[in-house]
């Protein structure tokens, strides 16, 4: 085996295209590292949600077993398990290099409910038990076929009878423009190997193209917004996911049918805007209702057609659960609710109604007092979580906050909030963010389970301190010794420094 011993070239973005030092170079994924980090829909108490809305009984998130397929190095999972050491996850991927690179890490955080396996899903004789979640993040649409129908057989082997299988992919109708552009970037990289001259050579094509693509043709045009978008990647994301061996978006109705074979069935996609039809049906469904036969799997199918889509995140179950689409208010019953959220004026100032303004800006107005108040309790806890108990005695209320989950302004899980605001005496920052800061990453995990950016060394190194054995003053004397930082200043900075860290969901204690 040829072995890693070069750098690949510089990053442009967050991707580290660098091989792990002294890997066996096997795949394209041990040559050039791909990004790790938490996905928040994949997490089981998000998974979850969608179960409770549609009236499936599921695994609780703190007891459970959680297998990903393709997890790279496993930093997804090693985020769910940091916050439920009673469940237990196991992760395969076929690159020898990410699972070593996840093992230093489960083992430096000391995650002993991580197992991961470097293992080709092909060749998987193993038999890794029953689980409860299944998790197949960036993988299905990157895969040769054979891959995608022993991916579908393992899910439809291991997936536990309450369980919940999230499986997302690039999707077709969207997906059509990029696979032009991978027409272009194929040819552009014609024989070259060498990952650095690969993405020089994409770049340099993506900037020609859109230099030659006219504005006044409405195809050029979207495929030059395309061909923007694709430069702003980062570059690993480029180099696997554009220029990989294997790229075919899938449409919905194929996944669909590739479950089915399995004897799994599709419960509904886990972005949340795309449940507001089944949770309440517009004419648009009843007028697409006679052509679908009854199959809500076909409704979408003909939804992704009419939108365009490109992303599709699947959650699938087992084929013979009792799937209640539909509105009920005593579904959200024991979930959790936060949302970023401000009460900005009180009726009767200048206006009708209650106006309220999220954080992504959109503003609201509601002339219900109680909703009002719902709302600007969970603007004050935010970013933590309030509990929904007992909600489904007041339906409008539930109705609202269903809403509001659906235009993602709110956000649901079956989980309260796994961090701290107030750090204590001796402050204890996530295990997992404490190790990743000392290996220098620069995206750590937040027990939010949120890739959390942090540019700043000094903050990073902030980070890795806080092992819960440290005073605040002994925290403020270790500070000082990072350069042209002062135990005053560090001393003073703290209280400050720990506010953000917990706000962004790094602190446990
Ligand atoms: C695009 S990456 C996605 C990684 C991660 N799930 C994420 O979304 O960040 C695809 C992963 O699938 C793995 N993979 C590809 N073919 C595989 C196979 N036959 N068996 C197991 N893993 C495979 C690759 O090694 C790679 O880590």
Redesign the pocket.
């Not at 791909?34 to 980090?37: G, M, T």
């Not at 998790?135 to 993988?139: D, E, L, R």
């Given at each position: 085996m040829p072995r890693a011993s070069r750098k690949c070239g510089s990053t442009a973005g967050s991707a580290e295209l660098i091989p792990t030092e002294g890997a066996t170079v096997t795949?394209a994924?041990d040559l050039v590292r791909?990004?790790?980090?938490p996905?928040p829909e994949t997490h089981p108490a998000a998974l979850a949600v969608f179960a409770a809305l549609y009236g499936l009984s599921f695994v609780p998130h703190y007891g459970c077993r959680v297998l990903?397929?393709?997890?790279?190095e496993g930093v997804?999972l090693m985020s769910m398990a940091v916050t439920t050491p009673g469940s237990e996850f196991v992760g395969?991927?076929?690159?020898e290099t990410?699972i070593a690179q996840g093992r230093a890490t489960a083992r430096a955080a000391g995650l002993g409910n991580v197992t991961l396996v470097a293992?080709?899903?092909?060749r998987?004789t193993t038999d890794l038990g029953r689980f409860d979640y299944i998790?197949?993040?960036?993988?299905y649409a990157?895969?040769p076929e054979p891959?995608r129908l022993?991916m579908m057989r393992l899910v439809g082997r291991s997936l536990g009878p309450d369980g919940l299988a999230f499986v997302?992919y690039n999707a077709r109708p969207g997906c059509r423009l990029r696979e032009a552009l991978r027409d272009i970037l194929l040819d552009a990289t014609q024989g070259l190997e060498d990952p650095s001259e690969k993405l020089e050579a994409a770049h340099a094509a993506l900037r020609r193209q859109i230099g030659l693509w006219s504005e006044a043709d409405p195809f050029q045009h979207a495929l030059a917004i395309e061909a923007r978008d694709m430069l702003k990647r980062p570059p690993a994301l480029l180099f696997?996911?554009e220029l990989?061996g294997t790229y075919a978006p899938q449409l919905l109705g194929a996944v669909v049918e590739a479950a089915r074979a399995e004897g799994l069935e599709y419960l509904c996609d886990a972005t949340p805007e795309l449940n507001a039809e089944a949770l309440w049906p517009s004419e648009t469904f009843e007028k697409a209702l006679p052509s679908t036969g009854g199959d809500w799997a076909r409704f979408e199918q003909i939804s992704d057609f009419a939108d365009m889509r490109r992303f599709r995140r699947s959650i699938f179950c087992r084929a013979d659960r009792g799937i209640d689409r539909g509105f009920a208010p005593e579904r959200l019953d024991g979930l959790f609710a936060s949302a970023e959220i401000a009460l900005v004026k009180q009726e009767g100032e200048e206006r009708d109604g209650f106006l309220l303004r999220a954080g992504n800006g959109a503003e609201l107005t509601t002339r219900d007092p109680a909703f009002a108040e719902l709302l600007a309790k969970l603007g004050l806890a935010f970013p933590m979580s309030l509990s929904l108990e007992g909600i489904g005695t007041y339906p409008e209320l539930a109705r609202g906050l269903l809403h509001l989950f659906v235009s993602g302004i709110v956000t649901l899980s079956t989980a309260p909030s796994g961090f701290v605001l107030t750090p204590g005496e001796r402050p204890l920052a996530s295990p997992l963010a404490r190790t990743q800061a000392a290996q220098g990453e620069t995206h750590l995990a937040s027990l939010r389970h949120k890739p959390v950016h942090l540019t700043d060394a000094g903050a990073r190194a902030f980070v890795a301190l806080m092992d819960g054995t440290r005073t605040r003053a002994e925290l403020a004397r270790a500070m000082a010794d990072q350069p042209g930082v002062t135990e005053e200043k560090a001393a003073a900075r703290l209280p400050e420094g720990l506010a953000e860290m917990a706000r962004l969901g790094l602190m446990m204690g």
């Open positions: 795949t994924y791909y990004p790790s980090w996905i990903e397929i393709g997890c790279g997804n395969i991927d076929l690159a990410a293992q080709d899903l092909l998987a998790v197949a993040h960036g993988f990157w895969v891959v022993a997302s696997h996911d990989g």
